[in-house]
Nanobody
Framework: QVQLVESGGGLVQPRGSLRLSCAAS????????MSWYRQAPGKQRELVAS???????NYADSMKDRFTIARDNAKNTVYLQMNSLKPEDTAVYYC??????????WGRGTQVTVST
């Protein structure tokens, strides 16, 4: 089993920044990809960014110039730095871990609201 806890969400003004964190625990050694997804009201969940155990990153085209994913292996934590936030970035952001043993695990999400 893998447990994921997201934090760092909140209310931010347009053009502001936030850094989300996802702390992993449990069978850490089985994780090979960590990802951030988001789901806005009335929309499907979409991939934001991912990072492999080797450090290879991947981004959704619409976010790659503003968002950065990084990982701290010593802390078993993945971060999502979000800059130049827009109202359309408002969503619940979820952390996902893909494992070699029991498939994927999800966190409960953290709300990000971009508004004046």
């Amino acid at each position: 089993q893998v447990q994921l806890v997201e934090s760092g969400g909140g209310l931010v003004q347009p053009r502001g920044s936030l850094r989300l964190s996802c702390a992993a625990s449990g069978n850490i050694a089985s994780i090979y990809v960590m990802s951030w997804y988001r789901q806005a009201p009335g929309k499907q969940r979409e991939l934001v960014a991912s990072i492999t155990s080797a450090g290879t990153t991947n981004y959704a085209d619409s976010m790659k110039d503003r968002f950065t994913i990084a990982r701290d292996n010593a802390k078993n934590t993945v971060y999502l730095q979000m800059n130049s936030l827009k109202p359309e970035d408002t969503a619940v952001y979820y952390c996902k871990a893909d494992t070699t043993i029991r498939g994927a695990f999800w966190g409960r999400g953290t709300q990000v609201t971009v508004s004046t």
